[in-house]
């Protein structure tokens, strides 16, 4: 049964940093796209970034451009996402996402996290 595990969230002050992680198993990691989605209270699930299975390409939101990193690491079948310079409008919580497609609509996506909590006071 593939199972994805994120961890990493927190409460943190605006203008600080966190990392998420995801440890994804059951699974053949370095096959699949990976991404990170997040939803805050009364919206709709948002694309945060993507990484292809080589971990050469990266996508992003606009929303997070610059302030964000995803990364990869297939040996360990985990991804990362690394927060710098959050916002308060970062808070949500944020899910890990895993498919063939990928890409910033979560129909690319088969397999999901139960998600991590992160709140940016002001």
């Known amino acids: 049964q593939v199972q994805l595990v994120e961890s990493g969230g927190g409460l943190v002050q605006a203008g600080g940093s966190l990392r998420l992680s995801c440890a994804a198993s059951?699974?053949?990691?370095?096959?699949?796209?990976m991404g990170w989605f997040r939803q805050a209270p009364g919206k709709e699930r948002e694309f945060v970034a993507e990484?292809?299975?080589?971990?050469?390409?990266?996508y992003y939101a606009d929303s997070v451009m610059g302030r964000f990193t995803i990364s990869r690491d297939n040996a360990k079948n985990t991804v990362y996402l690394q927060m710098n310079s959050l916002k308060p409008e970062d808070t949500a919580v944020y899910y890990c996402?895993?498919?063939?497609?990928?890409?910033?609509?979560?129909?690319?996506?088969?397999?999901w996290g139960q998600g991590t909590q992160v709140t940016v006071s002001s």
């Open positions: 990484i292809r299975w080589s971990g050469s390409s990266t």
């Open positions: 996402a895993a498919g063939f497609s990928g890409g910033s609509s979560s129909f690319g996506y088969a397999y």
């Open positions: 059951a699974l053949t990691f370095s096959r699949y796209a």
